[in-house]
């Protein structure tokens, strides 16, 4: 009994901190996040709730009052804007991955490597994130505007409400195919299946996306303790992995 009461002890001081933390995430990054989200927990026997949807959602939501401790954006502008607007712990707010947007089929061989698909337009429908709620529905927009062929498509366009969405429709068949976040379709680096076109970077405004600690976080260190494991080497190569870049270049 005496040794247990000395192992409770010793251990007493890591656990004594642990809290818990609610995290909004953009629905692109929904696949790194419970990776890092098990990692965090594991590491630090803090806990954490995500909560999976759209960026423009999400803005509406913690406007409203939503108690987000964390939010993870698919862009950059709406965390600044709602550190402009007070609701968010000025200094906190971040860059944690540049985001790849990508053409995809659930069909091997569909796609080609160039995207020209796009340009015969012999398919049925294609499928985007709404592009009004989600930064990765605009990159998709303005990639088939950059190309010419966005007056063409836009009768077969079906909006998502989010890009998990988006993915969705293409996974199970209504839509041959559609832009989606790569991190959604690759594991390791590598195509999980089907076949796809990676957008190049000149095509659309970069999918720069920001995390921000939030006013309803400001006093929970579990959540501090969340953005600085975003930041480091773990939490980093979970996000390579998918697909992300960790730089603007």
Known sequence: MRALAAVALALA???????????????????????????????TKDTVKV????????????????????????DADTPAQLESDGFTVPGRRFTFAYGRLVLWSARPDYIDARGDILL????????????????????????????????????K????????????????????????ALSQVVVDGKLAEGSAWVVPLSMHTPLRQDAVL???????????????????????RIIAAYGYDLSAN
């Open 13 to 43: 001081p890591l656990f004594a901190h642990a809290g818990a933390v609610l995290v909004a995430v953009a629905a692109n990054f929904a696949g790194p996040m419970q990776k890092i989200a098990a990692a965090f927990e594991a590491d």
């Open 51 to 74: 909560v999976v949807g759209s960026t423009g959602a999400f803005y509406t939501q913690i406007k409203t009052g939503a108690p987000f401790d964390v939010f993870l954006s698919a």
């Open 120 to 155: 015969g337009a012999t398919f049925g429908k294609i499928a985007i994130a709404d592009p009004k709620l989600a930064p990765y529905g605009r990159a998709a927009v303005e990639t088939m505007q950059r190309l010419g062929v966005y007056d063409t498509l836009r009768p």
């Open 157 to 180: 366009i079906v909006k998502a409400g989010n890009i998990g969405q988006a993915y969705q429709y293409v996974a199970t068949g209504n839509a041959p195919l559609g832009f989606v």
């Open 214 to 236: 939030l006013k309803h976080g400001a006093n929970n260190a579990a959540a501090s303790r969340f953005l600085e494991y975003l930041k480091g080497g773990k939490a980093r």
